[in-house]
């Protein structure tokens, strides 16, 4: 039976799931072990180069730096939304021995891919240190550690699946889209929208995790959520009619959707719903972030509902940073940036431009926005499952081939070919 309140995170990720690129590094080395110079310096890597995601690292930054004056922080992030960009160029560095001090994890399954693949320290020591465990909710720790140990900090909780409307296009087509009529529901408010002459979908999948992210909203609406996390324990199969119906749900959107779809980011997509282009926007509320740090204003220009379904899931998306288990620049700036992180005044500052909530309940969320109120209290109350989109749910290696069978099916719609290559995953790389 499904606890509601219960953060259902696969980690049904085989040493087989091992990282894209495994550096053929030894075991972990003890966070701090570094084999470089001074601490005046401090090298991280993030995907954050939008407007909203800059201006939130850089409330890490100042926060690190205050805490460390003098110490100079090179911010080398790597554009592309979702990372995909930034990982390759991380486990080339990895590969070479010349890793940053740090960089962006989603925890679960991408964390437990770079554990297996020995490229992340243990942080279990400040973790104790901290009581850190003690300050968020029991599962969003969890999601930090592998095999009871923590090598990662968590910064904050994204929720994937929201829907981002324009007021104005949906009420000149006078639709009104209510998540309880589920997906059947809101495919035929997009076609209203389309008979009254504006296209229904703006989508940005030139990052293929955008449209990943709008397949895998459909499949957890249409299947549950009890399902969508048996999916990864091989318990429940890509084959179930509920998928199917998904990726049949997944083809009518895509064609309601702006054409030259896969030539824009998500941030472009967001703010063309926003600037009235279209109806909707499917974008985890890192978009939230976008849109305020582009001047839009929340109800007037957009609003939301959560993704229409029976009820009410929440796709878990977390940030947060590890350092490296070998091979680190500077091993004590590296951890001042992990514990810079766990200040419950940075995590609020960084989710009011981020969109995000804070992982530290002991942050203050009261001057937070409606929409990040909303956000909270379905973390608290709704069914909490965990993103492949991301790769929390599952290892790098099931999460690439998603991504790839995404990609593949934008281009061919074969429903077939899409659930022979996730079954085939399912059974060798789970
Ligand atoms: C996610 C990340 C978010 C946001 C988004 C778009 O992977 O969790 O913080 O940055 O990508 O780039």
């Given at each position: 039976m499904r606890a509601p309140n219960k953060l259902r995170i696969s980690l049904a990720v085989t040493a087989a799931a091992s990282l894209i690129a495994v550096t053929?590094?030894?075991?972990?080395?003890?966070?701090?072990?570094?084999?470089?110079?001074?601490?005046?310096?401090?090298?991280?890597?993030?995907?954050?180069?939008?407007?909203?995601?800059?201006?939130?690292?850089?409330?890490?930054?100042?926060?690190?730096?205050?805490?460390?004056?003098?110490?100079?922080?090179?911010?080398?992030?790597?554009s592309g939304g979702g990372g995909a960009n930034a990982r390759q160029a991380l486990a080339a560095r990895l590969q070479a021995g010349s890793p940053p001090d740090a960089w962006q994890v989603h925890p679960a399954g991408q964390l437990k891919s770079y554990v297996d693949g020995g490229q992340v320290a243990d942080l279990t020591d400040l973790w104790t240190e901290g009581n850190w465990a003690s300050q968020m909710p029991k599962d969003v720790a969890e999601a930090q550690q592998v095999d009871g140990k923590?090598?990662?900090?968590?910064?904050?909780?994204?929720?994937?699946?929201?829907?981002?409307?324009?007021?104005?296009?949906?009420?000149?087509?006078?639709?009104?889209?209510?998540?309880?009529?589920?997906?059947?529901?809101?495919?035929?408010?997009?076609?209203?929208?389309?008979?009254?002459?504006?296209?229904?979908?703006?989508?940005?999948d030139k990052d293929i995790f955008a449209s990943a992210q709008l397949l895998e909203s459909l499949i957890m609406s249409r299947a549950g959520a009890d399902n969508w996390t048996k999916l990864f324990t091989n318990e429940y199969?890509?084959?179930?009619?509920?998928?199917?119906?998904?990726?049949?749900?997944?083809?009518?959107?895509?064609?309601?959707?702006?054409?030259?779809?896969?030539?824009?980011?998500?941030?472009?997509?967001?703010?063309?719903?926003?600037?009235?282009?279209?109806?909707?926007?499917?974008?985890?509320?890192?978009?939230?972030?976008?849109?305020?740090?582009?001047?839009?204003?929340?109800?007037?220009?957009?609003?939301?509902?959560?993704?229409?379904?029976?009820?009410?899931?929440?796709?878990?998306?977390?940030?947060?940073?590890?350092i490296p288990a070998n091979n680190i620049p500077h091993a004590e700036a590296a951890r001042t940036w992990v514990k810079t992180l766990m200040d419950p005044k940075i995590q609020t500052e960084f989710a009011a431009k981020k969109g995000s909530i804070p992982a530290v309940t002991s942050a203050d969320i009261s001057g937070l926005s409606a929409y990040q109120q909303e956000a909270a209290k379905s973390l608290a109350s709704g069914a909490v499952v965990s993103s492949l989109a991301h790769a929390q749910a599952a290892g790098a290696e099931f999460a690439q081939t998603y991504a790839d069978a995404v990609s593949t099916f934008n281009g061919s719609s074969n429903i077939d070919a899409f659930i022979a290559s996730m079954t085939q995953a399912q059974k060798t790389q789970l």
């Open positions: 053929g590094c030894s075991a972990n080395a003890p966070a701090g072990s570094s084999t470089g110079g001074g601490s005046d310096k401090l090298e991280i890597t993030s995907w954050w180069t939008s407007g909203s995601e800059a201006d939130a690292l850089n409330v890490l930054i100042d926060g690190v730096k205050k805490s460390s004056p003098g110490l100079s922080v090179d911010n080398a992030a790597v923590y090598y990662t900090v968590p910064i904050g909780v994204h929720r994937g699946n929201v829907l981002w409307t324009n007021p104005s296009v949906l009420s000149k087509a006078n639709v009104k889209i209510d998540p309880a009529a589920g997906v059947d529901g809101l495919i035929s408010s997009l076609k209203q929208v389309q008979a009254s002459g504006t296209t229904p979908v703006c989508l940005g199969s890509f084959d179930a009619p509920e998928v199917k119906q998904a990726l049949a749900d997944y083809k009518a959107i895509l064609s309601l959707a702006n054409k030259d779809h896969s030539a824009i980011t998500w941030d472009e997509a967001a703010k063309k719903m926003a600037d009235g282009d279209c109806a909707v926007n499917l974008m985890g509320d890192w978009a939230y972030g976008e849109l305020l740090n582009a001047g839009k204003k929340p109800g007037q220009d957009f609003a939301w509902v959560s993704f229409p379904g029976k009820e009410d899931i929440f796709d878990y998306v977390g940030d947060g940073f590890s």
